[in-house]
């Protein structure tokens, strides 16, 4: 396994001259690339920072870049300005992919970057990512994926040399707490934010809150379902705060792509 980093080390220190512009989401994935980006002069990362994101997404981003001393920018930008995405289509995730990925190649032209690049890993490969045609199409690289180097690879070697969130659960966009075809808006998003923070808060800091109109759908590990109904009492009370009319618990528990269906 040390194999495949050292080789994607040196792949990467050979792109240090073109210059390399990282898609950088502070996911584990991403977090590599940029760790073994560190020391090299010409890297640029890129955080979109956009409503289907959290504050505290965000402020990792900042902190890690800083942490591995890398140049860092953030840039800004209203996904559901695009009236398409916004009505949250089944290719959701390409549209958004292709429009945040061309911003992405506008910044890196801007900046003479050439080699544009992002943390799918091979993994992802074998899913359901309908981005992926987006980051084809345009041209971006996903050496994780290239190297052929999985998930629970990551996972592991970044524990080996340190990372602090090698462990770290997924946190995919906020959009995939929707049902396809419900149209996206801040409102909604906010309730969805407010209501896994509740859930954090409560000690759940793995789960999804799925939003069906006024129906509020939570998963969490199965592991943890007796934690959860001793204190739902409190956890319903805190999560109808935030304007939610009904609160299930869902039995198949926390899962990728549940609503990819």
Known sequence: MQNKFLQLSEFLKSKEKQGI??????????????????GLENVQAVTFSSVFQ??????????????????????DFNPLENSELAQ??????????KIFFSKLTDFAKSQNLEYIMDGTNFDDLHAFRPGLKA???LNISSPLAEFKITKQEIRMYAEEIGIEIAQKPSTPC??????????????????????????KSFGFEAN??????????IEIE???????????DEIVQALKSTGITYIT???????????DI
């Open 174 to 199: 906020l959009a995939t707490r929707f049902p396809y075809g419900t149209r996206l808006d801040a409102e909604k998003i906010n309730i969805v934010k407010q209501g896994e923070n509740i859930l």
């Open 54 to 75: 959290t504050e505290e997404e965000i402020e990792l981003c900042k902190q890690l870049a800083s942490k591995y001393g890398v140049k860092h920018v953030i840039i």
């Open 88 to 97: 949250n289509p089944k290719n959701r995730c390409y549209l958004c992919k």
């Open 222 to 232: 199965k592991s943890r379902f007796n934690d959860f109904l001793a204190r739902k």
């Open 208 to 217: 999804r809150l799925r939003l069906h109109d006024n129906i509020a759908r």
């Open 135 to 137: 980051l084809k199409e």
């Open 249 to 259: 618990l869902d039995l198949e528990g926390l899962r990728s792509g549940s609503m």
């Open 21 to 38: 512009c990282l898609a950088f989401s502070g996911g584990i994935d991403s977090t590599l690339l940029l760790y073994l980006c560190k």
